[in-house]
Structures are given as C-alpha cells and as structure tokens.
C-alpha cells in the first residue's frame, strides 16, 4: 500500500466512522495516470445500499464547470463572443443598476460571476429576489428558464458589470443564452459541445438510471439526515438555502446550468483532465487554457482569502494567504450537494471528491482532510 493511499483511506475512513460522511467516490490521476480511487460508505443508508464508483450524483454547482466548457466551446465555433451584449440574444433579459441605468452585461462576466446578479440565497429577507421568487436551480420553485430570467431581470442589479464578484445565476442566464444563440435547447447545446465529444453517458440533465443516484444528506446534530424534498438547509452567512432533490428526477424541471446536472465521479474526472491537458476534444488548447486563468484577481476572495475567479471555477494566486497545500495556479470548485474538484497545473494532480452528504462534502473537516491526505 503506497503512502498515498494510506492516507487518503484513513482520511475517508475517519470521515465515515465520525458519521460525517455518508459516502464518496474519491479519484485521484497525476500526470494523466490514476494513483488512487475508492467508493466508500453508502449511497443508500436506511436501504444499506454501499456507495459504488459508478454512482451517479445530483452535481449542484459543478454543473457550472459543464455549462462554462460549454460556453467556451461556442466560442470557439463563433456561435457567441464572450465580450459582446448578451442582449443580443436575450432581449428581454435587461436588469437595471438601482438607479434604473441598463448597463451592458457580456459572456465573460456571466462566467466570472462579476455581472452583479446574486442568488437568492445570502439576500436579507427584504431583497427583491424574496419577492419575486427566483429559483436558485437548486429548487423547484420555478419551472420555467424564461420565467426564472424574467423574475431575476426585474430586480436590481448589485452592482455594475465588472466592479466587483459576486457568486450568481449568472451560468443560468449563460444557458439560456447559448440555447437562444444555437437555436437548440441547453441540454442539446450541452450534447453537441461537451457530453458528445467526451463520451459521457450518465451525466446531464435527466439522470439515465435512477436506480444509481446517490439518497442525498443534509449535516445534522449528530449524523447527517436523509433529505426530505424540500429541505431547508442553514448554511452559516448565506441564510436559509431550499433544495428539492426530486429535481434530478423531473423532466419539467428547467436546465439549470448553474446546479442542475447530474453525473458520475469518472465523468467529472474526464472532463478536467481534458481541460488540464490541453481542451482534447472539446476544446482547443489556447482555450482551454483561458478557461482556468484568473479573470478577477484575488481580491474577489472567491473561495476565501487568495484566490481569484476564472471561467471554470476559484483561481488560487497565494497558496499562503489561502492556507491550502496547493501550488498557485490550481483551480478548484465544488457543489453544495458535498462535491469539490480540483486541478493542480504544476503538480500535474487532479482530484475529483463526490458525495451524498451536504455541506461537509463541500466545505466541511472531511474535505479538507481528504484534499490534505492527497498532499501528505
């Protein structure tokens, strides 16, 4: 047994023992080469059904990563331009600053969260998202893409694009924008420029087998508790977050390109070793390389102190101030279902953890002593 994955199962065993966990799916590839994967715990525990390496999960936010691929790659076919108005295609999208100005909202600062649109989550009780019902695609509280984007447009805008970060539907918007451009539905969109060209069969809007999908948990007082639908989740600053688990199985719900996918571990894994050797065969590589760049700077603190924002996800610019074992350079993400992804450039390291427990998989002890276990 290698030093690495003693590690690493202790790290995940801790984590399962301590009711912390549920389970997971654990993959770890350097330089292109698989040094360590596991399914541990379960993915079913009243059932007592164990976590497989196929496993499919609801992915939450690291749908983002997808939709942003996406986005590149039509680009790249010059179907959209990450600098022009939005409104070209979508007219009737026109959020106002509050002084009632429309200013210009472009591509870019959709995926770079700078579009001064927000989520409904981490708003105080009185914010128009409130009042207008916006969904965070976490929910099921609307339908409906266009009637979501025309419930957001209606309320002001948090700042100016550009002048600031701030984590948003802005991958929502971007879907319905590269639908509007295509003239195809998102799912379609996403077929055609990432799941086609990779070869991904379980990932997407629809789950193809839903006898795989991990139950989803929630943190609890003592072990976490299976979700009902909806469930309600106090997530510290960020207020009261609504999640509706039933989403991943309903064919009305809207494509939400911000939180609505779902997929395996290997899945998540294929598409960031594409974007960390060079974009084969979704992308070519100068733009698979500016998807990992940091387009904001560290002032964004996008993941906390040190780190900057790109197209696929936070950009990390002082491994000190961030107090990670990263080098500078990585990108990283996660998704509030308990994922988090990361891609090492200088170690040559990518790392994919997945599980079935909110938030500890996310931002909890556990994470971080898996992401620790991988370093030593």
Excluded at 226 to 254: I, K, N
Excluded at 311 to 328: I, K, N, S, W, Y
């Amino acid at each position: 047994m290698s030093r690495l994955t003693a590690r690493l199962d202790e790290a995940i065993d801790t984590a399962i023992t301590a009711e912390r966990l549920v389970g997971c799916v654990v993959l770890v590839r350097r330089e292109g080469v698989d040094v360590y994967s596991r399914a541990a715990g379960l993915r079913d525990r009243e059932a007592g059904l164990p976590m497989e390496r196929d496993t499919i999960f609801r992915l939450a936010s690291v749908s983002k990563l997808f939709t942003a691929t996406a986005a590149m790659r039509l680009v790249q076919e010059h179907v959209v331009e990450l600098d022009e108005p939005i409104d070209m295609w979508l007219r009737r999208f026109r959020p106002a600053l509050t002084d009632g100005t429309v200013p210009t909202i472009t591509l870019a600062h959709l995926l770079t969260h700078t579009s001064g649109l927000g989520y409904r989550f981490g708003q105080p009780d009185d914010h128009p998202y409130h009042a207008l019902g916006v969904s965070d695609g976490l929910d099921a509280r609307v339908r409906d893409l266009d009637e979501n984007l025309a419930r957001l447009a209606q309320a002001p805008l948090h700042f100016a694009p550009g002048a600031a970060w701030r984590y948003s539907l802005g991958l929502d918007v971007t879907g319905a924008l590269l639908a509007a451009a295509s003239g195809v539905t998102f799912p379609e969109v996403m077929r055609h420029a990432v799941l086609g060209p990779l070869e991904l069969r379980d990932t997407g809007f629809a789950v193809r087998d839903p006898e795989r999908l991990a139950v989803p948990y929630a943190d609890g007082d003592e072990r976490p508790v299976r979700m009902t639908d909806p469930h309600e989740l106090v997530e510290g600053d960020e207020g009261v977050v609504t999640y509706s688990p039933g989403r991943a199985l309903d064919p009305e719900a809207y494509p939400s390109g911000g939180a609505g996918m779902a997929g395996t571990a290997d899945e998540v894994l294929r598409l960031l070793e594409a974007l960390r050797t060079g974009g084969g065969p979704v992308l070519r590589a100068e733009n698979a390389a500016a998807m990992l760049e940091d387009r904001v700077g560290p002032g964004a603190e996008a993941d906390g102190p040190g780190w900057g924002f790109g197209f696929a996800g936070a950009v990390l610019d002082d491994p000190e101030a961030a107090r990670v074992p990263h080098a500078p350079r990585t990108v990283e993400w996660g998704g509030a279902y308990g994922h988090h992804w990361f891609i090492d450039r200088d170690a040559g390291l990518t790392a994919v953890i997945l599980t079935n427990t909110t938030l500890e998989g996310m931002s909890g002890p556990s994470r971080k002593a898996i992401v620790q276990a991988i370093y030593g």
